[in-house]
Structures are given as C-alpha cells and as structure tokens.
C-alpha cells in the first residue's frame, strides 16, 4: 500500500494506514447519504449471497431518485449499515460502493479540505 495517495486538483494527500488509526469516523457520526448504482447493487447483493431485490429491501432507502444505503443508530452517531463497531472496519469491504472508495477524494473536499481534515486523521497537507 502506498504511503501517500493524491489526486489532481486535490489540496491534500491520503494516508491509507490512517485508517487502522481512527475508527471508521468516514463511515460513523453525522447522517448522510451512500448512493449506490445498479451494478454496486447486484455487485452487494452477490456478495451477500442475497438476490438483489432482498438487498434493496433489507439495505436501501429510496432518496429522490436515487437508493441509499440505511444507517443504524448508535447512541447519537448514524453508522453506515455495513460498519462493524467489533472491528470498526467494513463488513463487505471487498464490494463497497464508488463513494466509499474514492474517500477522501470527494469534490465537496477540493474546496472544503478544513472540514476533511476534522474528520479523517489520515488527510495531509502536499
């Protein structure tokens, strides 16, 4: 694993063993949204060894026009279903959706990076 990941147009590095470090704050606390595609569907659900339309009913919340995949409560923070507090790692890491694959390197974050900072111990400064 690299020591630094970038990105262009990015104001800031990543550093992946950061992650063993915090916790899974990125995927704990405030609410929000994990949009999935169709195919991060299917992709979810075989990995489950679950027929797609039983994921979307145990997992997914319609948001729009969009699905979104459910939180539960823990005390007052909002943890993606899939996090797993006994690890504090991803239960289905190997099919995690786009969004949770390309944190930090959100848009939201180019001109935000202060707000990334806060929340993920691995975002240096390049």
């Known amino acids: 694993m690299p020591d630094l990941i970038t990105q262009e147009g990015f104001p800031f590095?990543?550093?992946p063993?950061?992650?063993h470090e915090c916790g899974g704050r990125c995927c704990t606390g405030e609410s929000g949204n994990i949009f999935v595609s169709r195919g991060e569907i299917e992709?979810?659900?075989a990995f489950l060894d679950l027929e797609p339309e039983l994921f979307a009913s145990r997992y997914l919340e319609k948001r729009g026009y969009k699905y979104s995949l459910i939180e539960q409560?823990?005390?007052d923070s909002h943890d993606c279903i899939f996090f797993d507090r006994t690890f504090h790692g991803c239960s289905v890491y190997g099919a995690r959706p786009l969004q949770c694959r390309s944190f930090p390197f959100w848009d939201y974050f180019?001109?935000?990076p202060e707000a990334l900072r806060t929340e993920c111990p691995g975002v240096v400064d390049v």
Request: proline share 0%; net charge positive; glycine share 6%.
């Open 13 to 15: 590095a990543f550093r």
């Open 73 to 75: 409560r823990f005390g």
């Open 17 to 19: 063993s950061a992650c």
């Open 110 to 112: 180019k001109s935000h």
């Open 43 to 45: 992709a979810l659900a």
